[in-house]
């Protein structure tokens, strides 16, 4: 008898695909990634991100309420920084009255079960566009992972219910869990991006929020020193491992598409959610194609996003959620 097996009777039907798929995304599945600025009334376009927006409170509280309608419930929120603000310190994300403080305060205020989650790093508020304080040509950790902390704390007392270190210092999920505890922030939980890779996916991302590293003399021109190496897979697993070691509750690899062996990896070996970030230049890929009308928009932003999910993806941080929920129908 020939053939024995004919694969394609589970695929005959759009009724029995969908009886033995495997991999399903839902509203749940996604943390959608905010861009807050200063000032009143203003929705301003990412250039290289088409229709994603730097958005000042009143908006962002606006869209915080529709995307909770639509059924996400998640985001994480980034602050723009007016370049006055900017020092070598991070003296600006320490306070208390801040623009991040305010769109914490906001978010609840308009959506109280919104699950507020927040970034914590000091590139947004770096003179130099680096994740740490910038001393003869190094980023120094130590120093840095002081002010992280302090930020964190800053950052559950007005209200988040995650603090999202992104900075890749060594040994800041412990000190962030201990400020915490110090505090009686018990149950302020941390995301930690643990497996992230110095990744030229970003370069959107900064123009977002004006964050690129400085190109002065004494100053890194890249964040190597801290992030890793793509070519590494070890040591992702290392990373991991240790964050989850020092206490964070969810741990994330970062970028999403091309580093999904490492997300499957990770996803077999550790037991906390594992969250991927679908990075600024990602989008702006799939998005600069199908203007060109070279691919179809939705089908492939489907099909990365189902990738993602069915390399271990527990958390998907994505510009594209609200256009996915909107095709979920
Ligand atoms: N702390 C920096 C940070 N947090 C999130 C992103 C990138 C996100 C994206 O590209 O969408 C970056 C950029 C960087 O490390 O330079
Ligand atoms: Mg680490």
Redesign the pocket.
Known sequence: MYPLIRNRRLRNSEAIRHLVRETVLTPSDFLV?LFVVEGKGIKEEIASMPNYYRLSLDNMEKEVRELWNMGLCAVLL?VKVPDNLKDNAGSEALNDHGLMQLAIKTVKNACPDMLVMT?V?M?PYSSYGH?GIVADGQILNDETVEVLAEMSVSHAKAGADFVAP??MMDGRILSIREALEDEGYLNTGIMS?SA?YASA??G???DALD?APVDLKNVPKD?KSY?MDSANRFEAIRETQQDIDEGADIVMV??GLCYLDIVREIKNEVDVPVAV?Q???E?AMLKAAAEKGWLDHDSVMMEQLISIKRAGANIIAS?FAKDAVKLMG
């Open positions: 990634p980034f970034d790093a590139d994740d992104s900075d991006y992230k996916f970003y959107p991302f900064r964050s964040k992030q970062k970028p970030y990075v600024s230049g989008y510009y």
